[in-house]
Structures are given as structure tokens and as C-alpha cells.
């Protein structure tokens, strides 16, 4: 009887830290679904940012080109010297 009470001590035991270890396993994958979606979120941002810096480099770069022809159209002031 004494043998029996303790396999089934054992057994429930058993059975009572597997439910935890299962409860912290789901615990940990929720948290990390959570992290997961936060970097999403901040990747999104950056490439908005990227892709926003990218047109205004593109924009400045036309700006100078349209100087740049201005300036090279314009007649030297410093032939007469």
C-alpha cells in the first residue's frame, strides 16, 4: 500500500510539473509573439524613415544639378583679368 501512495505521489508530481513547465513554455511564446510584433512595428517606421530620407536625398540632388547647370550657364566674370 505504502509503495502504491508513492507512485502515485510521483505520478502526480510528475504531472503537476509538466503543467507548469507548459504554462511558463506558453508564457515565454506569448511574450515573444508580443516582442515580436513591437519590432515589427519599429522596422516599419525605419523603413518609412529610410524611404522618406531617400526622396529628399533625391530631391536635393536635382536642386544642386539645376544650380549647378545655372551657374555653368552664366558668363565668367573673371575673363577680363
Known amino acids: 500500500m505504502d509503495e502504491l ?10 504531472a503537476g510539473l509538466s503543467i507548469i513547465l507548459l504554462s511558463f513554455i506558453f508564457w515565454l511564446v506569448r511574450q515573444l509573439i508580443m516582442l515580436l510584433k513591437e519590432n515589427n512595428k519599429v522596422i516599419s517606421e525605419n523603413t518609412a524613415a529610410i524611404n522618406n530620407l531617400t526622396k529628399n536625398s533625391i530631391d536635393q540632388l536635382k536642386l544642386q544639378r539645376d544650380i549647378s547647370n545655372k551657374l555653368l550657364s552664366r558668363p565668367c566674370i573673371a575673363k577680363g583679368e
Open 5 to 14: 501512495f508513492r507512485m502515485a505521489v510521483i505520478q502526480y508530481g510528475f
